[in-house]
């Protein structure tokens, strides 16, 4: 089964300029999270879809990042404009949310590693 | 809310010597418990998770944790590392709610366990 797919993996641009993520998510799965991760810290949640809905993007800096899941599968992740602050790795994440109180399994991805000069 | 404590940001040990990776937590509410590991240029595996019943879980490959209510902690240990498990590792929390539903994340810092030969 495949995993969690991202790309790219790295990205290198300058301030000021727009980027865009992607991911795919485990087949069947539901529920898909993009995470932030600075570096020497634990990765922090932007956004949480399940299917086609963004039921949680209460950290997602709304000024400047954007974030769609067309169909309920596939999802991307727009910076616009990026700055400085915003180098760090960014993971998504896929589960099969089964609604019964239990602690789904988050599935990651590998991440793409943004630095902005 | 809830928030992770991991106390060692490294922990360096030499081949087949015992390891405890420290984790604490603070909550309001019960909790389900995990551990992720991060290889080198990898996304973040889970490795084991308490979510109820016995409070020592294990993994496939030798890993165990013991969920501490009175001390809010849910350490990592294992008997004999190996060159392998140099990693980073990550201690998360998440909320319990009887209803069910969402069950947000929280990541620790992270702590880098490097096995030296």
């Known amino acids: 089964e495949a995993g969690v797919v991202q790309s790219p993996r790295y990205k290198i641009i300058e301030k000021k300029q727009p980027v865009a993520f992607w991911c795919n998510p485990i087949?069947?799965?539901?529920?898909l999270y993009w995470y932030r991760q600075n570096l020497g810290q634990g990765p922090e949640l932007l956004i949480r879809?399940?299917?086609?809905?963004?039921?949680?993007d209460s950290q997602l800096p709304k000024d400047r990042f954007s974030a769609e899941r067309l169909k309920g599968v596939d999802s991307t992740l727009k910076i616009q404009p990026a700055e400085l602050g915003d180098s760090a790795v960014y993971l998504c994440?896929?589960?099969?949310?089964?609604?019964?109180?239990?602690?789904?399994?988050?599935?990651f991805g590998p991440g793409t590693r943004l630095t902005v000069l | 809310a809830q928030s992770v404590t991991q106390l060692d940001s490294q922990v360096p040990v030499f081949e087949e010597a015992p390891v405890e990776l420290r984790c604490n937590y603070s909550?309001?509410?019960?909790?389900?418990l995990f551990w992720y590991v991060q290889y080198p240029n990898q996304g973040l595996q889970l490795l084991l998770k308490?979510?109820?019943?016995?409070?020592l879980v294990e993994s496939i490959n030798g890993f165990e944790a013991e969920f501490n209510k009175s001390q809010t902690s849910f350490h990592l240990r294992k008997p004999s590392v190996h060159i392998s498990d140099t990693a980073e590792y990550f201690c998360?929390?998440?909320?319990?709610?009887?209803?069910?539903?969402?069950?947000?994340?929280?990541f620790g810092a992270g702590t880098r366990l490097a096995v030296h030969p």
């Open positions: 994440a896929s589960s099969l949310t089964t609604g019964q109180g239990y602690a789904d399994t988050q599935y």
């Open positions: 087949s069947g799965h539901n529920t």
């Open positions: 879809y399940e299917n086609e809905e963004a039921v949680d």
């Open positions: 909550s309001s509410v019960s909790v389900y």
């Open positions: 308490y979510l109820s019943g016995s409070t």
């Open positions: 998360a929390v998440s909320a319990f709610y009887f209803s069910g539903g969402y069950n947000k994340l929280i």
